[in-house]
């Protein structure tokens, strides 16, 4: 693409006009699933116009918004698949929102979903590790009740045993946690490979 071609692109269609600001699309992998469930893989509709003007995507969905430049018109996409596959990772980085997701943002003590922290099993005081082996999502409440105490002192139990997950196990977790708003040209491409229930 020319210099000046590329200008007059992030010139006239990187402006952000106040009606079209809340169209993000739903970005697929080359083999059609969402990059991410958890959070969805989104992009900014500026982000997806460039990548479809400079051919990185497929659209395959559009909202009726359309942006325009002096030379060009071009339709919101809603929905674009990646040309290039991207390899999805292996490992599970050990964050607090995976944590999270693999906990169901819920307690592991008494089954809350509000004011979460997060808590050593074995308390670090006792020789405890920051592992997923170790560490779970917890309500403060709870957090504050088991203090630095073991289980059986605190006389509390986990609802599951902690354990690191895989990658798919985590994608697989993120589809029971859909973003507020999803577009109704999304929903083809995201439960699709879902498995289903007997």
């Known amino acids: 693409m020319s210099d000046l071609v590329e200008r007059e692109f992030r010139t006239s269609f990187v402006r952000d006009p106040q009606s079209l600001r809340h ?11 969402p990059l991410s469930y958890y959070p969805l893989s989104l992009w900014t509709w500026q982000e997806a116009v460039k990548a479809a003007f ?3 995507v497929t ?6 918004d359309v942006v325009r430049s002096p030379t060009t018109e071009i339709k919101i996409p809603s929905v ?15 964050t ?13 003590y008494c ?4 004011d979460l922290t997060f808590d050593h099993v074995v308390p670090r005081a006792s020789g405890g590790v920051t592992s997923w082996e170790n560490v779970v999502a917890a309500c403060s409440r709870c957090n504050l009740k088991k203090g630095s105490k073991s289980l059986r002192a605190s006389g509390m139990s986990l609802r599951q045993t902690p354990r690191q997950p895989a990658a798919e196990q985590l994608r697989n977790m993120g589809r029971k946690f859909p973003p507020n708003y999803l577009h109704e040209s999304w929903m083809d491409f995201l439960y699709w490979d879902a498995e289903l229930e007997a």
């Open 23 to 33: 169209n993000p699309a739903l970005v697929l992998n080359a083999d059609y699933r």
């Open 54 to 56: 400079l051919e990185r």
């Open 59 to 64: 659209i395959l969905a559009e909202y009726d």
């Open 80 to 94: 674009v698949v990646l040309k290039d596959y991207v390899k999805p990772q292996k490992r599970v980085a050990f």
């Open 96 to 108: 607090r929102f995976n944590l999270f997701l693999r906990d169901q943002f819920c307690c592991q």
């Open 111 to 114: 089954g809350d979903k509000g």
